[in-house]
């Protein structure tokens, strides 16, 4: 019997070395290129392929000196899928951001959103504390936390997914990573599913939206009016322009 994605993700990371951190000045300290090149043998010897798929995506332009720099915010499932049978995978959510003058920032997010899912997948060793990176103590609040373990006890989806756009990647991974043992694997594998099931309400939310205006159904102002905060703006992101100039123009 062929082995399935997990049996495959365990042999690569008995195969998976150290790497050393260093060579790149910002993030997790090691180059995208020097993961894939330990990786790529691996996965093509145990039968995985590594597939990026684009969900949403935000940018700003940050005041100041730099104004002319833009700070962009991508969010991406970051798939492993078993060659053998493609429909056996395990997906990663990440959310990335990346500063760019031109148009390589949604690049650059995309590489660094897959060199940290692999980090994380094969369970890598860099050296650095990713968790206390610039916070100190988790960087979080006691507010933070008790948004995330409210909505990770109310299984509350659509308050997780928001709640993790809120905060950003960085407070929402020391969150992430603060389980106590024994609770570990559980709780996270939880988050994750809350945070892909939430993806897909504001998915939802944005389709029904656009069902309801090509339909010029007036119905869509009482949808759009259960949205709070965040939430409708990570809906508008999903919109397209004729979409958003109609709900603008006839807004009730």
Excluded: W
Aim: glycine share 8%; proline share 2%.
């Amino acid at each position: 019997m062929a082995a399935n994605i997990y049996q495959r993700i365990n042999k690569v990371m008995q195969e998976a070395e150290y790497i050393k951190k260093g060579s790149a000045g910002q993030g997790t300290g090691v180059l995208y290129d020097e993961v894939i090149a330990m990786l790529r043998g691996l996965l093509t010897k145990n039968g995985i392929v590594i597939a990026v798929d684009f969900l949403a995506d935000d940018s700003r332009i940050k005041p100041g000196k730099n104004s002319d720099q833009y700070i962009y915010e991508g969010c991406f499932n970051v798939s492993y899928i078993n060659v053998d049978d493609p429909a056996d995978r395990l997906v990663t959510q990440v959310v990335a951001h990346a500063m760019d003058s031109g148009d390589k920032a949604p690049g650059k997010a995309i590489t660094y959103a897959t060199k940290i899912s692999m980090l994380k997948v094969f369970a890598i060793e860099t050296g650095l504390n990713d968790e206390g990176r610039g916070y100190g103590n988790g960087g979080y609040t006691e507010d933070q936390k008790g948004q995330f373990e409210e909505a990770l006890e109310n299984k509350d989806a659509l308050a997780m997914y928001v709640f993790m756009r809120q905060v950003g990647p960085d407070i929402y991974t020391s969150l992430y990573n603060s389980f106590e043992k024994g609770s570990i694997s559980k709780n996270k594998k939880l988050c994750d599913q809350l945070c892909e099931a939430g993806q897909d309400i504001i998915k939802g939310y944005a389709e029904q939206i656009t069902e309801l205006v090509d339909a010029r159904d007036p119905a869509v102002f009482e949808l759009t009016n259960e949205l709070q905060g965040l939430e409708k703006s990570l809906v508008a992101n999903l919109l397209d322009t004729n979409t958003k100039q109609y709900l603008k123009e006839n807004k009730q």
